[in-house]
């Protein structure tokens, strides 16, 4: 009995000691399952040389696990129009080369840029639109980055995201017409040609190197037509529309593809494929002082439907 008893007393003692330590401790809150490590946040600012706001670290440690699953057909949230991803929000800085104050933190389906001014009001968001860049007096290289419309923060922004790239709910009426629109489809093969160009001021506008001519493709009808695309990627478009992607290729002074990136597109369903299709293009290297050097050029995919 006594044995008992004693067993009950060190319980409660033990429970007592447990209830005040726990009252000397403060709540952890763990970040979601595809939130940024603080290490990964480091490497960002040390390698943009750019302190991130408190409330965008706490955002990408505690990144929304539901923006995730959102975005097909369009894009993926987490890995386009807010990134998750270290290795890809310093791509985005690095190759746009914004100034010190201003960040980037995505880039949306139509090439229009997100970003902070980290030396204003850090919780507003802006967007750079691509179809109107905010330049002074038609300056490419004089940008006024607090022209552009903005969202308050990014609560309004993911709002704005969510209502875009949310998925329709499904009815029998639309099912019976997907399957007939597939159905119809079925009828066309996909006819795919490649364009390829560049002007000077893509490249000023970006503070890159110009030249005097640039990298012409060799094999790029060959690559065209090995590069078979199913009928159903047409799906919610009319049978005549063109679909396009289009990449900033560099290419190097031997006219081997170095990196494509992609820039603007009718939507987000076959940009690996494409970019790793550019990668077997062949040119005639870029010329500047009669000698070949390493540059750029817009390459551009064109999708159409022609009937069997």
């Known amino acids: 009995m006594k044995v008992w008893i004693l067993g009950i007393v060190v319980v409660i003692i033990v429970l007592i000691c447990i209830i005040k330590q726990s009252k000397n401790k403060k709540m952890i809150f763990l970040p979601s399952n595809s939130g940024m490590t603080e290490s990964e946040i480091d490497r960002i600012e040390q390698t943009l040389n750019k302190k991130l706001p408190d409330f965008y670290k706490d955002f990408l440690t505690n990144y929304p696990d539901d923006l995730v699953k959102l975005g097909y057909p369009y894009n993926t949230v987490s890995e386009l129009s807010l990134p998750n991803n270290a290795d890809r929000l310093i791509e985005i800085n690095q190759d746009e080369s914004p100034p010190s104050d201003i960040l980037l933190i995505g880039v949306n389906g139509l090439g229009d840029f997100y970003y902070l001014i980290l030396d204003d009001n850090p919780k507003k968001v802006y967007e750079f639109p691509h179809d109107d860049p905010p330049f002074v007096d038609g300056d490419s290289k004089n940008i006024d980055w607090k022209k552009p419309w903005g969202y308050s923060d990014l609560t309004e922004l993911i709002a704005e995201l969510k209502e875009t790239l949310k998925e329709e709910p499904a009815d029998e009426k639309k099912v019976e017409s997907d399957q007939k629109e597939l159905s119809d489809l079925k009828l066309f093969d ?98 500047k002082n009669n000698e070949p050097v390493d540059s750029y050029v817009l390459v551009t995919y064109k999708f159409e439907l022609e009937k069997k």
């Open 190 to 287: 996909v006819v795919t040609t490649i364009e390829c160009e560049m002007r000077d001021e893509l490249l000023t506008n970006r503070k890159l190197e110009t030249a005097d001519s640039y990298p012409v493709p060799i094999n790029a009808l060959e690559i065209a037509n090995s590069f078979q695309v199913e009928s159903s990627f047409f799906m919610g478009y009319p049978q005549d529309y063109t679909i396009t992607y289009s990449y900033l290729v560099s290419v190097n002074k031997n006219g081997i593809v170095i990196k494509p990136d992609f820039l603007v597109g009718d939507n987000m369903q076959i940009t690996d494929d494409v970019s790793k299709n550019i990668v077997n293009i062949q040119f005639e290297p870029a010329i």
